[in-house]
């Protein structure tokens, strides 16, 4: 069974870093797109960022500049540095694995970890 598991929220000031992990465990074999969605109170959940295996990135325009996903595949692994943070990048990460193949050969899609919260203080 593929699990989801984030961590590096917080609360941090305005212009502040975080950063974000998420690793992904079960008997995979590979995990073509990986990515990091928000959701802030009272908003839809948004694409925040994301990487496909082959490393080919893709940003929200509110975070370009400021955010960078990275991933590592022997580790199942995605990251997300997040700088200069604003008070707006305040709410709910989730992050995302996508087009999942286990080691018998069959693929899955969108799997979702718990999310983790990050609180940007002005």
């Known amino acids: 069974q593929v699990q989801l598991v984030e961590s590096g929220g917080g609360l941090v000031q305005a212009g502040g870093s975080l950063r974000l992990s998420c690793a992904v465990s079960?008997?995979?074999?590979?995990?073509?797109?990986m990515g990091w969605y928000r959701q802030a109170p009272g908003k839809q959940r948004e694409l925040v960022a994301a990487?496909?295996?082959?490393?080919?990135?893709d940003y929200a325009d509110s975070v370009k500049g400021r955010f960078t996903i990275s991933r590592d595949n022997a580790k199942n692994t995605v990251y997300l540095q997040m700088n200069s943070l604003k008070p707006e990048d305040t709410a709910v990460y989730y992050c995302?694995?996508?087009?999942?193949?286990?080691?018998?050969?069959?693929?899955?899609?969108?799997?979702w970890g718990q999310g983790t919260q990050v609180t940007v203080s002005s």
């Open positions: 995302k694995a996508d087009k999942v193949r286990d080691i018998l050969g069959i693929t899955s899609y969108d799997y």
């Open positions: 990487i496909t295996s082959g490393g080919v990135t």
């Open positions: 079960g008997r995979i074999f590979s995990i073509n797109v």
